[in-house]
């Protein structure tokens, strides 16, 4: 049994290098690309985005916002396991920490493009402003990045000791009573990690909900609904590059554990509808015809609510929900797919519309920045769709985690040594 | 030769010493004119596109539309520009300190720390900052208007209304409130119960712009009286 697994891992890169080939050239073309665009922009000034004075924020906040939930999420679902004693999710688990880290970063590097004065980022860290949200959020996720980078490294440091790896970073001691203290110091770990994963989406939920510039946003319940999408899709993508990563042989785990990761699912996609629900309500009840939250229903942004409400949530609960559905991997992978979606519309809805009306809202309204040929200079509502430049730097960004990623499945030792 | 004024071209000490800057706008004596918004854009060198000042309309979506269903109708204007808050969301969510309130309670901005997060704009709750998305464009070129103290701001900065900083710090009036042609605007120290602003505020009926975010700002508007009066706030 053992001689033909070895086998099929010797076999697989082998069988896949030509496509593998492709793949990572064409990851760093996109990458090369993005960083290009990125030259252009800076370069240019923010007037290459679709962003203006009356729509703040766009694509690159929608997508560090997602990124830092795709990662909490990770980080919750891989924690949570070992904390609760969940053995089952233990041939995912380093998986999960792997993803939980690169998104980690990759929601850091995101923030970058949108800084109009990048030259002097280094203000966050010489003149920090400590009732700022975004300097928690800045301090948060840095401690998060060390705190998973040494979590995976515990998880790992053993067998890459074996494998001969420099990333041991002189781990030497290979036995089973090294193994076992580190068994232990994960556990330790986890009960860190999991409180730090909860709030490093509490925290960017605070950099919106504290403002009460902004009545959509401004509002209790963003902690709890920003940890209810990370643990949707952090969960989702785990789910997806666990299926995904199993083919090429370098973990693996029976149909089972799918349907248990599915049904898991299923019930966070019913917290977050009922999250969603509150959150609406609480705006729609009261009858105030300006509040936010009827853009939802009517106007140009209700076809992306929804989006996130039938794809996002309905049908992949429905696909989840069937027993029988969710045994095959085919089902759970394509509801992780929906669901994925669906955090993605939500968080834009939300960046959107949140941002979507001058808040004084009287004519003209809100100077544009730039002067417009056609039309008024003024606006008191927002129309925004990224610009090509938006999405080849986000695309660029992503390129580089999923390379990250690529060479991480490659190269580590993913498999828990049972 | 022509006659000097305190405050205009004569240094007031008054404005020196101020402690809570502040101003007041009549809507009895606004007409809408916005040329307050062009001399703030011609002391300011403020770039083509952005506004420190801005003169909104209530009414109907474009501007100088008239309130209401003929021949019942009203026009009324609100001159807005920043509030210079007492309790300033801006400054608050600031990551790099680059927004800060002064001692004279202006809310200034110090454009070498701006990095460009913009988290200022979405935490203010007036939309009165405004973003360099590019260059600044001067037309005419900077060099032929009056350029003053201000500094020049580079491409991805915030920048908004500084109540005129530099004059103030001379003992100079906003030019907002220099240029007003009906003598709309006033401006003065909101701590000294003699200055003209405080008289104003204790004789006349005024209001806030959201009164309850509680931001508490500094610039009042006087309630408007009269025939044409529009029931609320303008």
């Not at chain 1, 519309?353 to 509502?381: E, M, R, V, W």
């Not at chain 2, 204790?202 to 009042?220: A, C």
């Amino acid at each position: 049994m053992s001689a033909v697994s070895t086998e099929s891992v010797a076999a697989a890169p082998a069988r896949g290098s030509r496509g593998l080939t492709f793949w990572i050239v064409a990851l760093v073309a996109l990458i090369l690309l993005g960083f290009g665009v990125w030259i252009y922009q800076v370069a240019r000034g923010l007037q290459v985005t679709n962003m203006r004075d009356n729509v703040i924020w766009g694509l690159y906040i929608i997508s560090f916002m997602f990124f830092v939930g795709l990662s909490a999420g990770g980080l919750i679902v891989a924690s949570a396991g070992r904390l609760f004693g969940v053995e089952r999710f233990a041939p995912i688990v380093r998986l999960a920490i792997v993803e939980a880290t690169i998104t980690i970063a990759t929601a850091a590097l995101l923030i970058i493009p949108d800084l109009g004065h990048v030259q002097h980022f280094y203000n966050l860290f010489i003149h920090a402003h400590w009732l700022s949200p975004m300097i928690w959020d800045l301090t948060v996720i840095l401690i998060y990045l060390v705190l998973s980078l040494l979590y995976l490294w515990l998880y790992m440091r053993r067998d890459l000791a074996a494998q001969g790896s420099w990333l041991a970073l002189g781990t030497k001691d290979t036995g089973e009573a090294g193994r076992d203290r580190d068994h232990h110091l994960t556990y330790i770990l986890a009960w860190i990690a999991l409180p730090a994963a909860v709030l490093v989406h509490s925290i960017t939920a605070w950099i919106f909900g504290l403002q009460i510039s902004r009545g959509f946003w401004y509002s209790s319940i963003m902690p709890p609904l920003f940890v209810s999408s990370a643990l949707v899709s952090g969960l989702a993508l785990v789910t997806i590059i666990a299926f995904v990563v199993r083919r090429s042989g370098r973990i693996s785990f029976g149909d089972e554990l799918g349907s248990f990761l599915g049904g898991l699912l299923a019930v966070f996609l019913a917290v977050e509808a009922f999250l969603v629900l509150c959150e609406v309500l609480a705006g729609y009840y009261p009858g105030i015809p300006t509040d936010a939250v009827h853009q939802l229903f009517t106007g140009r942004y209700a076809p992306g609510f929804a989006v996130e409400i039938v794809v996002g949530l309905v049908i992949p609960f429905v696909l989840l929900a069937v027993a029988a559905w969710r045994r095959r991997p085919q089902i759970v992978v394509l509801a992780s797919v929906l669901a994925l979606i669906g955090i993605f519309v939500h968080r834009a809805n939300l960046i959107v519309i949140g941002l979507g009306k001058d808040p004084i809202a009287l004519a003209p309204g809100t100077p544009l920045g730039i002067p417009q040929a056609n039309g008024s200079s003024f606006a008191t509502s927002s129309v925004y769709f990224p610009s090509i430049w938006e999405f080849l730097i986000v695309a660029g960004i992503i390129a580089l985690s999923a390379l990250v990623f690529t060479l991480a499945i490659r190269y580590l030792p993913l498999k828990e040594k049972s | 030769m022509s006659p000097s004024f305190v405050g205009v071209d004569v240094p007031d000490p008054k404005l020196q010493k101020a402690t809570r800057l502040g101003m007041v706008v009549d809507q009895n004596r606004c007409i809408g004119c916005w040329s307050c918004a062009v001399g703030c854009k011609e002391q300011q060198n403020v770039g083509i596109g952005l506004y420190w000042l801005r003169v909104l309309t209530v009414g109907g979506p474009f501007m100088d539309t008239p309130a209401g269903t003929f021949p019942d109708v009203t026009m009324s204007y609100q001159s807005t520009n920043c509030f210079h808050c007492d309790n300033p969301p801006c400054v608050k969510a600031c990551p790099t300190q680059a927004t800060y309130k002064m001692p004279n309670g202006i809310v200034n901005v110090n454009y070498e720390r701006c990095i460009g997060c913009r988290y200022c704009m979405v935490a203010c709750p007036y939309d009165n900052r405004v973003f360099n998305w590019r260059k600044p464009v001067q037309e005419p070129p900077a060099s032929v208007t009056v350029v003053g103290e201000t500094p020049a701001r580079p491409k991805g900065v915030v920048e908004k209304c500084t109540f005129c900083v530099q004059r103030v710090t001379d003992g100079l009036l906003p030019r907002c409130v220099v240029v007003c042609p009906t003598g709309a605007r006033t401006f003065g120290d909101l701590d000294d119960p003699t200055s003209e602003v405080s008289v104003l505020l204790r004789d006349r009926p005024s209001y806030v712009v959201f009164p309850e975010r509680g931001t508490r700002p500094s610039l009042h508007y006087l309630i408007r009286t009269g025939p044409n009066a529009v029931g609320g706030a303008l």
